[in-house]
């Protein structure tokens, strides 16, 4: 199966839809052209984009909202928190200061820009959450 992101005119994804392997052959050999060929004539809509499901092509797997990143092909999240910065390799938000890895439990605090320390009730095993 080969899945598809139609995006609309600013390359955000509004729907995500899966055709058969077959449906993009040429001559035995996939094409993502001959999708695109396919779903247009299905559908009357000509922007799409093929997806990895196993993100092996693209960075990520398109999800509705995500924005196509023609520049660095790839899908890339909204992004939730002002704070965060692109990871350019793999194209997903991090926080803009790494978590600390001294052992103990933090939460983000996005008004300080910084990771405060949750305190861990006595005898109980630190958990970390992000």
Request: hydrophobic share 35%; aromatic share 14%.
């Amino acid at each position: 199966m080969a899945h598809f992101a139609k995006l609309d005119e600013n390359n955000v994804v509004v729907d995500v839809l899966v055709i058969s392997d077959t449906d993009m052959l040429v001559n035995g050999v996939e094409q993502e052209s001959k999708g695109v060929e396919f779903l247009t004539a299905l559908t009357g809509y000509p922007k799409w984009k093929q997806t990895s499901y196993g993100a092996k092509f693209r960075k990520n797997y398109a999800g509705i909202g995500f924005t196509y990143d023609e520049q660095r092909d790839a899908f890339i999240a909204p992004k939730t928190l002002a704070s965060w910065v692109l990871n350019e390799e793999t194209c997903h938000w991090d926080f803009c200061k790494p978590y600390p890895t001294d052992g103990r439990q933090y939460d983000w605090n996005e008004f300080k820009l910084d990771w405060i320390e949750v305190p861990t009730p006595k005898g109980a095993t630190p958990v970390v959450r992000l």
